[in-house]
């Protein structure tokens, strides 16, 4: 393509400015050549007219299209100049604020001066394990390529940081190094990642200080080794340090500051521990005082100190070190401070005797005072004849007492390193290590010194091995792609090495100016001059004789020869370091003892020799063999030929640091500063080297579907897209020498990739340009249609209105003229009308005026009366209501004085709650004495009513009885009536009326009583009731405002309550996977040491121990009766005191309980001591034994069957039955009597009846014996009961009257609220006792009700084996043989096995299963199995049998899961059968809970002894380990498929396009996608999983969890790699996201796992996709991201608005002014800081309750599993 293509007009070019270095330009006419000058216009509309220099025909840069604007690598860029390579730079720090950028094999990472959040373990998870091309740059890309290639190739690696003062050089290298330590962290427990992190705040401290560029400037350069095992864990590592700046220990410049120890240690002189030390603040020190300010802004001294400090222990440095290191740091500061007084003469000087300053460092040195007073102010010169001690003038003196206090610094240094090299240290053997070198940029100030001069001199050494090192990629690459290899001129810096570091070249001129006696730096710049005049890197200037420049790879450098002797020697007086080597402080004598060459060897090892050895083209000058004294050069040239060869021996990767500006401002851009360095750094030379070759290289796969557009329709018909490509390239351009095919590449000269950008969008242009003459010819045609269609219409309608109008006219004028007709007969009809109606008016209204004077006249007669009558009416009145109302007025001021004072008594009286209470009380009492009362009453009232009416049955029947007695006596005596009796019966009925009269007044009193007191009784039930209801509207007036409240608060309760519900059962679940971790661990440890020590002393444990508590750690079985006392115990250990307190019963239960166990130990007391007491009496009086009795250990059984504290728990283990005493002594009866029948009783009788009367009545007398001791014990034990209850009682009262005591004492209502409290505790005591007894009663009736089934089903037995053994007898009696029919028992659902098969039944059901075997069985077969066992072990009561049996399953399936911890299948397999395992032990548990959809034959089922509740939470623990492991496996399968799959494949065919990139190229992006996955390869990954876990029969809800987990997964992972991938933030990629979940979703429906939250855990990505298809420029888009976007943070929203890049350039890219809009509009959103979602999250699983339909009895074993020796009950 020519030159007139390529400036043509419109065509945008860079032009340089003094201001901007380079600045954008628009061509506005065609070049020709010949032109003198170019028409150009700049970004402001000014037109400039550009002068060409014709000679040497150099045209202004060429800009790259704005499409590649923004790239990852800067290689990708078609123009590779300057201009491009800032403006690039300039556009990812500005706009995107992205700080790293490739360039080729460089990182160049611009120093934001802010804190960003992409330096997290999140984001270092992210780049663990990926390509260097996948993701964005990051300066963990670049330890991960490190780390990947070591692991690969097995070669050690190098990371070369550098960069100016401030660049960012140690936080990156500190950053790096935290990668190191977190992707290869130590097997071991030595933790040694963090003490190669914990080195960094120590060597910051004593290392670093402030300068005017940094405030944490490193002052030296370090070289810091990782090293690897063959695991590539990190073992151990080694730090070297170069060049320390010494002088900034005695000078520092204006604005700086001395070393950051000096001042943390000053900032912590107020600690106890460092009185000692007499520091003050660092402004009274000359040493830190010298640069001004001695603060840093936003650095805390004493907080860095504190940290410093904790980093020394970490490394092992003992405290007693720290002090005497901060004991020789606090003596520099106070030998800087002392006073130096000259003497007159000038050629002495002195120390004061009394200087606290100098005694200070004395002292702190453990020093002689006057020695080093003496030496301080004088010298030794030695001569071949004899000593002389001189003196020495004031600055001979400073500068001796700065030359000591550097030594001691430096010695200090070095000692510091080393022990950290100690610390770092391991005897492991290293196979392979990574190297971080920090080191100094290129220097250049406006005074250039000793220390810029080496410093330039490195880096003179590491640009040669850079440049060799491009050279040699380039080279490689292009032998690797068999292009044809041309030489390519690169820059060559070894004559400038030469000049510096050859024979005689200028530190070897400096080391023998400093052996010449008398030798000065200028004398030593005049022999440069004379030298080295000719070298064309040597210039003299031309107004000094002291300086000299050399031309430097970057820049020409003047330096000041002034003090480089000085510095060069390092001169100390031997005397004060004899005085040093003489302290008592053994440190300090260390420091200055002579040590070997402090220069450390070479590192040899693995890898340590490079493969190919690299050499310039010039060879390099044979260095001198004069033997040299250790000067600074000859060390630090030493040094750097030591790290040249180790770099050389290493696979280095580069970092180049560039400061933005001087100012330290946060994301400003300095375009001068940043050229500088880029040239200084080498970025530029890889540009050129990369720019004179082939800098554009693209895959032929991503150059097809990029281009696709350029290639013609019949080209499209062959298959092989590497013909497409070349037919296309060699039609399109011209020139062959403009690219080369490769064997994978195309690769293309500077400019071309630009050219078919061009080309493309042309095309493209083109073909829009067709489309919219289509669309616009389509578009008027149509409108023409709509237009004639329209004007058709409108003419039709104007036609027919014409005629209607015409019509119309002709109409209204014949109605017009009947119109008129009818008008105007009306109109005289009316006119006659009106004055009839005139006339007839007149004559009413003249008629009514003389009837209405007539009235007026009567009328006001009529009122003028009335109105008299009125008037003397109200005067009459006024007068008497006046007298009344001031009658009234008195009244009503007298009344309401007295009400006025009535109410504010009633007010006071109210507003107390006491006045309620009483009234209430008083109410109640009043209400029970009337009740009262009248029950008294009416008592009285019933006993005189039957007291009369006995009174008068009585009188009747005497009075009958005298009647007839009467009635007897007339008829013996005749009718003369006697006069006595008369009488008698006369006063007999006087008494009765009299007794009738006193009935009747009692009962009128009584009934008069009875009324007044229901009369009172009602009234005080009313003004109770009216007081009660005063009391509930205050209530509810009080409920009512609270309501609200309490509403609002309950829901939020319940919202936290959930929460920390899901909290802690996902800090559960995390603690079950760290402790499976740690079990899984401690195997491997144990497996490694069983490796390691096979020794013959080597024990194993013994084969029968158990394994429980090695492999689950869980409690074994127990099958005691657990209290409630017990659980309550259990559940505060389990919920925590704090959580415990809270419940009011379960704290009530502690105390009783608690109160309890006091008792029973004080009875216990009691009765060991009575017990003791027995036995030494039985000892006393031992009875006599006879020849009968029986063998004493029948005696000692019979004796424990009489104790009355027999506990059948311990002679029935396992058991829960009751053991009476009365059927234990029974039992030990019918043994005696059994034993009885074999004695030999032949002395006696034949019979032997004497004998067994005897011996009757000795068991007689021996049972009433024990029965007396029983009942005599039961007394004592009853006294002391009663003593202990009468004991209880008495501190009962006595707590009682303490309260009562107490509650008098308080206030009313206080009295009161405790009188409550007491009652409710009294109460709350009494319901736990009932409840106690209740659920006591309850479980007996259990334990019971077990024991009748557990008989009944014994007795069915034992009768079916009567009738069966009566059956055969009766067969055995028959004569002839009868075939009979056995009647098969049912199948119980139990499996019995012998003990010893156990081991087998887990190998052939546990160890050895495949699921494959099993595929056609019930599902959970195993567990079915299981279960079937441990319910006949649970049958025949064996809790051994139970325990080993459960024991070893668990450790069975552990075994199984740890052998295959990559295989779904079994993993899935064991988690169903896990769960159906746990799921039988909650259905037949018995709990009412768990059986609730049972059948009745499934109830029959149940565990009828043991409650394995304990066993259930070790399976619950055991399915979400391995629920966990399925997790691991599933996601280790479906990782590495995600985002190829989501965020590369096309989904959508021709969608995306494919961008140009650099030198790292994307790892998928291969021809055809070898190695990348579409979605259906996710989704038949996961229609495999859920196939597997359907039919091995998981429960519905954990597949649902399984999924949701996979899906966030999913989420997370692709959105962390689009938050990290510039390449994939575009239109294109949101569209197919949007396709690719829209698909997931699908497969979800298709599965009906849509209810199982996964969408919802999608939420992100699909907000994400939705971001990156929303129009991004005005407010109203801003306002709809903002609304939309609500599960993405502020910070992930800003980052893929940044991150946003057009593939087309009809695109637009999003502008930084919006993406400050959607910053301030989402200010108010507390979001988290953290950037990417955390893959590794898991969420909490439950397992829900899921009872089994099938029974026991109706599974079936399949004769595969190999369970013959299983019998079926």
């Known amino acids: 393509m020519s030159v007139g293509e390529l400036y043509s007009q419109c065509t945008r070019v860079w032009i340089p400015d003094p201001d901007e270095v380079w600045r954008s330009a ?195 350069g370090k070289y810091i080794q990782i090293g690897f095992d063959k695991r590539y864990h990190i073992i151990g590592a080694n730090m070297r340090t170069y060049l320390l700046e010494k002088s900034r220990v005695v000078f520092q410049a204006d604005d700086e500051r001395n070393y950051h120890i000096f001042y943390q240690l000053c900032a912590a002189a107020g600690l106890p521990e460092f009185k000692e030390l007499a520091l003050t603040s660092a402004e009274d020190f000359f040493y830190t005082s010298q640069g001004g300010d001695t603060s840093i802004e936003g650095v805390d001294d004493a907080e860095d100190f504190e940290k410093t400090r904790q980093a020394f222990t970490l490394l092992g440095v003992r405290e007693s070190h720290q002090i005497s290191i901060f004991k020789i740091i606090a003596s520099i500061l106070h030998l800087g ?171 070897d001129l400096l080391d023998e100016e400093c052996k010449v006696p008398k030798g000065t730096d200028q004398n030593w710049a005049q022999k440069l001059y004379d030298r080295h005049s000719s070298s064309q890197h040597f210039q003299k200037p031309r107004m000094s004789n002291t300086a000299f420049i050399i031309v430097h790879f970057a820049d020409k450098v003047e330096y000041l020869s002034d003090g480089f002797l000085e510095k060069n020697r390092d001169t100390v007086y031997e005397e004060q370091i004899n005085i040093l080597k003489a302290s008592k402080f053994p440190l300090v004598a260390d420091l200055f003892h002579d040590d070997k060459d402090p220069v450390p060897a070479t590192t040899s090892g693995k890898g340590s020799s490079s493969k190919i050895s690299i050499r310039s083209a010039r060879p390099p ?78 895959a032929y796969h991503d150059f097809f579907n990029r281009y696709r557009v350029l290639v013609k329709k019949r080209e499209l018909a062959n298959t092989d897209k590497k013909a497409i490509c070349r037919s296309v390239l060699e039609n399109l351009i011209k020139d062959p020498d403009k690219f080369q095919f490769g064997r994978t590449k195309i690769f293309f000269r500077a400019g071309q990739v630009a050219y078919l950008e061009k080309l493309r969008a042309d095309k493209f242009r083109t073909a829009t340009i067709m489309i919219q003459k289509t669309v616009r010819g389509w578009l ?443 059927d234990a002594i029974e039992a030990y009866h019918g043994v005696c009597q059994t034993n009885s029948k074999t004695e030999d009783w032949g002395y006696l009788n034949e019979d032997g009846e004497l004998g067994l009367a005897y011996q009757g009545l000795k068991q007689v007398a021996r049972l009433l ?29 006595d707590k009682q009257q303490q309260t009562f005591c107490q509650t ?44 009748l089934k557990i008989y009944m089903k014994k007795a069915q037995d034992l009768e079916a084996a009567q009738a069966l053994a009566q059956s055969e007898r009766k067969r055995h009696e028959l004569n002839r043989q009868v075939t009979v029919q056995r009647k098969e028992k049912d199948f119980q659902g139990m499996l019995e096995y012998h003990k010893e098969d156990e081991a087998l039944l887990i190998r052939n059901l546990v160890t050895d299963l495949k699921p494959q075997m099993l595929s056609g069985a019930v599902p959970c077969l195993p567990a079915y199995i299981l279960y079937m066992c441990i319910r006949h072990a649970d049958y025949t009561n064996d809790d051994l049998k139970v325990h080993s049996l459960l024991t070893s399953t668990i450790n069975g399936i552990k075994k199984v899961l740890k052998k295959h911890n990559d295989d779904f299948e079994m993993t899935s397999f064991w988690l169903s059968n896990t769960c159906r395992l746990l799921h039988c032990l909650k259905q037949y548990s018995g709990d009412e809970g768990f059986m609730t959809q049972n059948t009745a034959k499934q109830n029959e089922h149940c565990l009828k002894n043991f409650d394995l509740t304990e066993y259930r939470q070790v399976l619950s623990d055991l399915s979400i380990q391995i629920y966990q492991q399925l997790i691991k496996i599933a996601e280790g399968m479906l990782q590495p498929m995600i985002v190829s799959a989501m965020l590369e494949n096309e989904s959508i065919q021709g969608l995306s396009g494919v961008k140009p990139t650099g030198y790292r190229k994307r790892s998928s992006s291969m021809a055809d996608g070898d190695n990348s996955y579409c979605l259906e390869a996710i989704i038949r990954q996961m229609n495999a999983f859920h196939t597997v876990m359907c039919d091995q029969g998981l429960d519905p809800e954990i597949v649902l969890q399984v999924f949701k987990q996979l899906f966030y997964m999913i989420n997370a992972v692709t959105l962390n790699n689009l938050l990290l991938r510039k390449d994939v933030c575009s239109w294109s990629t949101g569209m197919q996201l949007r396709y690719n979940i829209s698909q997931l979703e699908e497969w979800l429906r298709g599965r009906n796992l849509h209810q199982s939250g996964a969408v919802q855990t999608m939420e992100p990505l699909i907000q994400a996709a939705q971001l990156l298809q929303l129009k991004k420029k005005t407010q109203e888009d801003a306002e709809a991201i903002c609304s939309l976007s609500t599960s993405l943070s502020t910070q992930q929203i800003v980052k893929i608005l940044n991150l946003y890049t057009p593939l087309n350039e009809f695109e637009e890219r999003v502008t930084v002014a919006f993406i400050r809009t959607i910053q301030a509009q989402l200010q108010e959103r507390n979001d988290p800081q953290q950037l990417l979602l955390d893959a590794k999250h898991m969420f909490p699983v439950v397992f829900p309750f899921n009872p089994s339909s099938l029974t026991m009895d109706s599974i079936h074993i399949p004769a595969c599993l190999n369970l013959e020796f299983l019998n079926e009950v």
Request: with cysteine; proline share 3%.
């Open 26 to 220: 628009e061509l506005t006419k065609d070049y020709k050549e010949g032109d003198k000058s170019l028409q150009l216009r700049l970004e402001d509309e000014t037109i400039l007219e550009y002068p060409i220099d014709v000679q040497r025909n150099q045209l202004p840069f060429l800009r790259n299209p704005d499409i590649l604007v923004g790239e990852n690598d800067l290689t990708a860029l078609s123009y590779l100049h300057e201009p491009a390579v800032l403006h690039n730079l300039k556009v990812r720090f500005l706009e995107s604020n992205h700080i790293y950028t490739y360039c080729g094999i460089v990182l160049v990472a611009i120093n934001p001066y802010e804190q960003l959040p992409i330096y997290g373990q999140d984001v270092i998870y992210a780049y663990s394990g990926q390509n260097m091309g996948d993701m964005d740059p990051h300066i963990f890309a670049v330890a991960e390529e490190a780390y990947k290639q070591m692991a690969r190739d097995e070669k050690n690696q190098s990371i070369i940081v550098s960069g100016e003062s401030g660049a960012g050089k140690t936080v990156s290298a500190k950053y790096a190094m935290r990668y190191f330590a977190t992707v290869g962290g130590s097997a071991s427990e030595t933790n040694i990642e963090e003490k190669v992190l914990a080195s960094s705040p120590i060597m910051e401290a004593i290392g670093n200080a402030k300068t005017t560029r940094n405030d944490n400037s490193s002052r030296f």
């Open 337 to 507: 401070s002392v006073e130096i007084q000259a003497e007159r003469d000038g050629d002495s000087c002195s120390i004061s005797p009394q200087d606290e300053h100098l005694s200070n460092f004395c002292r702190l040195l453990g020093v002689e005072h006057s020695q080093m007073e003496h030496w301080l102010c004088h010298r030794k010169l030695v001569t071949t004849s004899e000593t002389y001690v001189k003196t020495m003038s004031l600055q001979q003196v400073i500068n001796a007492r700065n030359a000591l206090a550097k030594h001691i610094y430096a010695q200090l240094f070095s000692w510091i390193v080393e022990h950290i090299n100690k610390a770092l240290h391991t005897s492991l053997k290293q196979h392979s290590f990574i190297g971080v070198l920090d080191i100094y940029g290129f220097e250049t100030f406006e005074v250039n010194s000793f220390e810029q001069f080496c410093i330039n001199y490195a880096n003179e050494k590491l640009q040669q091995q850079f440049n060799s090192h491009v050279f040699k990629l380039e080279q490689e690459e292009y032998m690797k792609e068999q292009i044809p290899w041309t030489l390519i001129d690169f820059y060559d810096n070894q004559p400038c090495i030469d000049l510096i570091e050859a024979k005689l070249g200028i530190l």
């Open 621 to 698: 000058m044979k260095a001198s063999n004069k033997e040299h004294k250790k000067t600074v050069g000859h060390q630090f040239r030493t040094s750097l030929h030591l790290l040249m060869e180790t770099l050389n021996a290493t696979t280095p990767h580069y970092v180049r640091c560039i400061k933005p500006n001087d100012e330290k401002l946060p994301f400003h851009f300095d375009p001068k500063r940043a050229v500088q360095q880029l040239r200084a750094c080498g970025v530029l030379e890889t540009i050129r080297i990369s720019a004179a070759g082939y800098p554009s290289r693209w």
């Open 780 to 1222: 008027q045609k149509v409108k023409y249609r709509r237009l004639k269609g329209a004007t058709l219409t409108l003419q039709r309608y104007c036609r027919g209105h014409l005629a209607r109008r015409l019509a119309e006219h002709l109409r209204r004028t014949r109605a017009a003229v009947v119109l008129q007709k009818h008008y105007r007969m009306q109109r005289a009809r009316q006119a006659y009308q009106r004055v009839r109606r005139a006339a007839i008016v007149i004559q009413a209204f003249t008629r009514a005026m003389f009837v209405r004077r007539t009235y007026r006249q009567v009328l006001m007669e009529h009122k003028a009366t009335t109105i008299q009558k009125h008037v003397r009416g109200w005067m009459a009145r006024r007068h008497f209501q006046r007298l009344r109302d001031a009658a009234i007025v008195i009244q009503c001021a007298f009344r309401m004085l007295k009400a006025r004072r009535e109410l504010k008594a009633l007010r006071i009286e109210a507003r107390s709650a006491e006045h309620l209470k009483r009234l209430n009380v008083g109410m109640e009492n009043k209400v029970v004495q009337l009740q009262r009362k009248i029950d008294e009453q009416n008592k009285e009232f019933k006993t005189l009513s039957e007291q009369l009416s006995v009174t008068t049955s009585t009188y009747t029947m005497e009075v009958e009885r005298l009647k007839k007695e009467l009635a007897h006596y007339q008829q013996s005596l005749g009718e003369d009536p006697s006069l006595s009796l008369q009488e008698e019966v006369e006063s007999l009925r006087t008494e009765l009326q009299r007794a009738h009269s006193e009935r009747k007044i009692l009962e009128d009193a009584h009934s008069r009583e009875k009324d007044e007191l229901r009369k009172r009784v009602t009234d005080l039930e009313q003004e109770n009731a009216l007081l009660k209801d005063e009391k509930e509207q205050l209530n509810n007036q009080i409920l009512c405002q609270s309501k609200d409240e309490f509403a609002q608060n309950s829901v939020k309760e319940n919202l936290l309550m959930k929460k920390e519900l899901e909290e802690e059962r996902s800090r559960y679940q995390n603690l079950v996977k760290e402790y499976s971790q740690l079990e899984q661990r401690y195997d491997n440890l144990r497996d490694e040491m069983t490796i390691i020590k096979q020794t013959p002393g080597h024990r194993r444990n013994p084969s029968n121990q158990s394994s429980l508590e090695s492999d689950s750690n869980y409690p074994s079985i127990s099958t005691s009766d657990i209290g409630d006392t017990e659980d309550a115990l259990q559940q505060v250990e389990e919920i925590g005191l704090e959580k415990a307190a809270m419940d009011m019963t379960v704290f009530l239960k502690l105390q009783k309980r608690v109160r309890e166990l006091e008792q029973e130990r004080k009875k216990l007391q009691v009765q060991l001591e009575k017990r003791e007491q027995q036995d030494s009496k039985k000892v006393q009086v031992e009875p006599p034994q006879t020849d009968i009795d029986l063998d004493p250990d029948a005696d000692l059984a019979y004796n424990s069957l009489k104790e009355p504290n027999i506990n059948a728990r311990s002679s029935w283990p396992n058991s829960e039955k009751h053991v009476d005493q009365e």
């Open 1265 to 1293: 014996e024990a029965q007396l001791q029983a009942q005599s014990l039961e007394h004592e034990e009853e006294v002391e009961r009663l003593k202990s209850q009468l004991e209880t009682l008495k501190e009962e009262m």
């Open 1304 to 1347: 008098l004492l308080l206030s009313p209502e206080a009295q009161v609220e405790f009188g409550i409290q007491q009652e409710i505790s009294r109460l709350t005591n009494e319901n736990l006792d009932l409840k106690e007894l209740v659920e006591k009663l309850e479980k007996n009736e259990r334990k019971l009700k077990k024991q």
